[in-house]
């Protein structure tokens, strides 16, 4: 929070500089901060027709850096506002897995000037970054790293580490090669600052190699970083050639976007590829509204259930009174299931072949809760209800059975969606609560119908 008040305070103290048009103390100013805060000054306090002096303000090197982190309007207010040349060496700057989603992003006749003014060899690069699925590893991947031969020393690997290292992501980690780039190994720059300058490469890599294909689902290298602890990950294409890595900081990126799609699928809504604020209001509807039909749809077959016992009410009109609580609860436990399902298979705790396991933990869960709510509530119907022995009797019943039946459909459900390669997010909270809510009536009216003989 302190440190949000003084970012705040100093894009204060730069938009005033900009206004002055001290030019010469706002560039100094620039040149001190972080490209990520000068974008966030570009992006939230200078106004439209100041983007393109304030950009130019900025350091070569750290204004691409900042361009990357920058929505797509401002990236392409900014590109319209500068020279070709401008452009040209904008772009070729950039990493080019940066350029890709800025081309993906931008209108067509901005694109054709962006790829007019580059130079060959990154144009060829960004032409082959999107021609890989979206989502994909090779969508998301870098071209910059530094790649050595097994016949090399580590003389030699400094050598072209300090020739060719200084536009590459990263340096941790180095990757060995043959002659067809065919990866062999991966070497991190600890071992060769601790190793002899006569080893050769061949002696010192490590030939576990733990890669990914071009094609592979984005989910898949995040859960890769996850379990490893990786700061960069390997791509490598059908031929098993070396084509780009994909570093921690690319990933970091997926697993918001991941974890904001399942957030948004959990709550019913079609995910939305751009921020709130700057999402229209007729687009945010439509990414609603069609989850609210179904589930308004859905809920046709408790009205149908209801319609069916309409019998019950007139004889025991109690019934009604605690028919909201009993289906209230079985939507509340349904959904604690399903999150943590949906949960642990995120983060590759669970698998669909757990689903045994699942099943034999949940069915004790839910027995535990569903005696020691129906305990509860049979004391509470019969302080509330005097003399209702047999309706809270029949409801503590019908409450035991719904809080097994929800848990059992709340894990099962998410699994059922992996297995189907659906994303297990949709069969969250409104979906479960949907379903529960029908199992529920029926077993409260069918166990009401039993016992109390109506």
């Known amino acids: 929070m302190e440190n949000a008040m003084i970012l705040e305070k100093q894009y204060d103290e730069l938009l005033q500089l900009l206004k002055d048009k001290k030019y010469g103390i706002l560039h100094g100013r620039l040149s001190q901060m972080n490209a990520s805060d000068i974008s966030e000054f570009l992006e939230e306090y200078v106004p439209q027709d100041g983007l393109v002096l304030t950009f130019r303000l900025t350091q070569k090197d750290k204004g691409a850096n900042a361009f990357a982190y920058l929505s797509s309007e401002i990236q392409e207010a900014i590109i319209?506002?500068?020279?070709?040349?401008?452009?040209?060496?904008?772009?070729?700057?950039?990493?080019?897995?940066?350029?890709?989603?800025?081309?993906?992003?931008?209108p067509?006749?901005?694109?054709?000037r962006v790829m007019r003014n580059v130079d060959s060899d990154t144009r060829d690069l960004i032409n082959r970054f999107l021609q890989y699925p979206e989502n994909s590893a090779g969508s998301i991947m870098t071209a910059e790293f530094v790649d050595l031969k097994k016949n090399m020393t580590v003389a030699e690997s400094f050598a072209r580490i300090r020739k060719i290292g200084e536009d590459k992501e990263t340096l941790y980690t180095m990757y060995v090669v043959d002659g067809n780039r065919k990866l062999e190994g991966v070497i991190?720059?600890?071992?060769?600052?601790?190793?002899?300058?006569?080893?050769?490469?061949?002696?010192?890599m490590h030939t576990n190699i733990i890669s990914v294909n071009t094609h592979d689902d984005q989910e898949k290298v995040s859960e890769l970083f996850s379990r490893y602890d990786l700061l960069a990950i390997p791509v490598v294409d059908m031929e098993q050639r070396l084509v780009g890595i994909v570093t921690v900081d690319d990933i970091i990126d997926v697993m918001e976007q991941e974890a904001t799609e399942d957030f948004e699928l959990m709550a019913a809504m079609t995910p939305s590829e751009k921020p709130y604020?700057?999402?229209?209001?007729?687009?945010?509807?439509?990414?609603?509204?069609?989850?609210?039909?179904?589930?308004?749809?859905?809920?046709?077959?408790?009205?149908?259930?209801?319609?069916?016992?309409?019998?019950?009410?007139?004889?025991?009109p109690l019934l009604v009174a605690l028919m909201p609580m009993l289906t209230d609860t079985g939507g509340n436990a349904g959904c604690q299931s399903s999150t943590l399902i949906i949960r642990g298979m995120a983060v590759g705790e669970i698998y669909p072949r757990d689903i045994l396991l699942v099943l034999w933990k949940?069915?004790?869960?839910?027995?535990?809760?569903?005696?020691?709510?129906?305990?509860?509530?049979?004391?509470?119907?019969?302080?509330?209800?005097?003399?209702?022995?047999?309706?809270?009797?029949?409801?503590?019943?019908?409450?035991?059975?719904?809080?097994?039946?929800?848990?059992?459909?709340?894990?099962?459900?998410?699994?059922?969606?992996?297995?189907?390669k659906l994303d297990p997010a949709i069969m969250a909270a409104p979906l479960i609560t949907t379903l529960v809510d029908a199992g529920a009536l029926l077993l409260y009216f069918e166990i009401a119908r039993i016992i109390l003989k109506i």
């Not at 319209?80 to 931008?106: C, F």
């Not at 190793?195 to 061949?202: F, G, K, M, N, T």
């Open 80 to 106: 319209k506002g500068i020279s070709d040349r401008e452009v040209g060496d904008l772009v070729n700057e950039l990493y080019t897995d940066d350029a890709a989603d800025m081309i993906e992003e931008l």
């Open 108 to 112: 067509a006749n901005v694109v054709k």
């Open 188 to 204: 991190e720059a600890r071992d060769l600052l601790l190793s002899d300058h006569s080893a050769v490469i061949d002696e010192i």
């Open 277 to 316: 604020l700057k999402t229209g209001v007729f687009t945010l509807a439509k990414n609603r509204v069609l989850w609210l039909m179904l589930l308004m749809i859905s809920a046709t077959v408790t009205g149908s259930i209801l319609l069916h016992y309409e019998e019950a009410f007139l004889v025991v």
């Open 362 to 420: 949940e069915l004790r869960v839910s027995l535990l809760c569903g005696l020691a709510l129906a305990a509860i509530n049979f004391a509470r119907v019969l302080v509330v209800y005097p003399g209702e022995v047999q309706v809270a009797f029949v409801v503590s019943i019908a409450l035991v059975a719904t809080v097994i039946m929800a848990k059992v459909v709340g894990c099962v459900l998410p699994i059922a969606a992996k297995v189907c």
